[in-house]
């Protein structure tokens, strides 16, 4: 059987602490239940947060990267994927994810968030602007999930699998 892909998403240098320690959590929490998480793969805020959890529970971690530099992959990345292809390699981050989680929000995983939806992704919001959960939940009323804390989005995910499952 074919492993369950989380994509988390989220900024990196314009993270918030709230965002960092939502991103570790989700990963631990993403490790746990047996997922492979997949993130853009940068060693500045989300993405590292998000890596660095899912590690400490001993989780699988891709990372996805805008270029082919060593030295900004985050330390807990397994398997890194350098694109060469900046800000499109996004459209492989959402593609390869069986889920979409957006943590916090900038320009970067907006552009995520959208092409998810294009895909016809299912995209779970965990962030505290009112603006892009209700500009987002306007495109597409149905793929878009807006939850308040990491728990809740780790049971959305569980949702969306199991309905996704029985399809």
Not at 74 to 83: H, K, L, P, Q, Y
Not at 91 to 100: F, Q, R
Request: aromatic letters at 4%.
């Amino acid at each position: 059987m074919r492993q369950i892909i989380i994509g988390v998403m989220g900024s990196g240098e314009k993270a918030t602490a709230t965002d960092i320690r939502n991103a570790y959590k989700l990963g631990e929490l993403i490790a746990q239940r047996g997922w492979t998480l997949l993130t853009g793969g940068r060693n500045a805020g989300v993405m590292d947060a998000v890596n660095k959890g899912a590690k400490s529970a001993n989780g699988l971690t891709i990372g996805i990267l805008p270029r082919e530099n060593q030295k900004d992959i985050s330390e807990a990345v397994d398997i890194a994927i350098f694109t060469d292809m900046g800000n499109a390699r996004n459209n492989i981050n959402v593609l390869s994810s069986d889920v979409v989680i957006a943590c916090g929000m900038g320009a970067g995983t907006a552009s995520e968030v959208a092409l998810a939806l294009k895909a016809n992704k299912q995209v779970i919001l965990l962030n505290d602007d009112d603006e892009s959960k209700m500009f987002f939940k306007k495109l597409s009323p149905t793929n878009i999930y807006v939850v308040e804390n990491v728990s809740q989005a780790i049971a959305t995910v569980e949702n969306i699998l199991n309905n996704h499952l029985q399809q």
